[in-house]
């Protein structure tokens, strides 16, 4: 299966920086890779889909970049309602797999 | 609107068996691959299932296979889980998301469905 890594486990920012989060998958998926936001207590959110799609109602200060193995949600300037935790998934193969998490806190 | 609404959660013995329901309404339930993803108790997310628009074909996590099944009833706006021979390991929030087009990620999400497996 493939293996999702993301980086870093937790990452502290203040409200107004820019936040970048990494996903590495240990075989190409191509651009076949989402994210995801979940808040505590919610299912997650589609944020982007096919590496660089933004999903339907999805502010532009998200954008994801990458292909291949290496993938980047970058926030262009936090928002307070964006500290959460976010996922990547890819869908290149079965079976589907998500990367482990990056929690975005708040300095 | 696209709503999803899980039911059938709860406690179980391990070894036991539970069946989970989504109720879909606010889109063409027919014309959309359907999953369910879990959420152990602090953890991240593991897909668990699918299932293309016209059930004829399923997809399963290792972890499951041979012991879960799901399906639909495109009558009813309906995804099921059967969740058969349960271990504690099976403890999560079990979610019903919808599948964007084509694309086998998952653009709408259920509240949820708590499953304990616990004696």
């Known amino acids: 299966e493939i293996v999702l890594t993301q980086s870093p486990a937790t990452l502290s920012l203040s409200p107004g920086e820019r936040a970048t989060l990494s996903c590495r998958a240990s075989q190409s998926v191509s651009s076949y890779l989402a994210w995801y936001q979940q808040k505590p207590g919610q299912a997650p959110r589609l944020l982007i889909y096919?590496?660089?799609n933004r999903a339907g109602g999805i502010p532009a200060r998200f954008s994801g970049s990458g292909s291949g193995t290496d993938f980047t949600l970058t926030i262009s300037s936090l928002e307070p309602e964006d500290f959460a935790v976010y996922y990547c998934q890819q869908r290149s193969d079965w079976p589907i797999t998500f990367g482990q998490g990056t929690r975005l806190e708040i300095k | 609107e696209v709503q999803l609404l899980e039911s059938g959660g709860g406690l179980v013995q391990p070894g036991g068996s539970l069946r989970l329901s989504c109720a879909a309404s606010?889109?063409?339930?027919?014309?959309?691959?359907m999953s369910w993803v879990r959420q152990a108790p602090g953890k991240g997310l593991e897909w668990v299932s699918s299932?293309?628009?016209?059930?004829?074909?399923?997809f399963y996590a290792d972890s499951v296979k041979g012991r879960f099944t799901i399906s639909r009833d495109n009558s009813k706006n309906s995804l099921y889980l059967q969740m058969n021979s349960l271990r504690a390991e099976d403890t999560a929030v079990y979610y019903c998301?919808?599948?964007?087009?084509?694309?086998?990620?998952?653009?709408?999400w259920g509240q949820g469905a708590l499953v304990t497996v616990s004696s």
């Open positions: 998301a919808k599948t964007l087009l084509g694309k086998n990620c998952f653009d709408s």
């Open positions: 096919d590496a660089s």
């Open positions: 299932i293309r628009d016209t059930g004829t074909s399923t």
């Open positions: 606010g889109f063409t339930f027919s014309g959309f691959a």
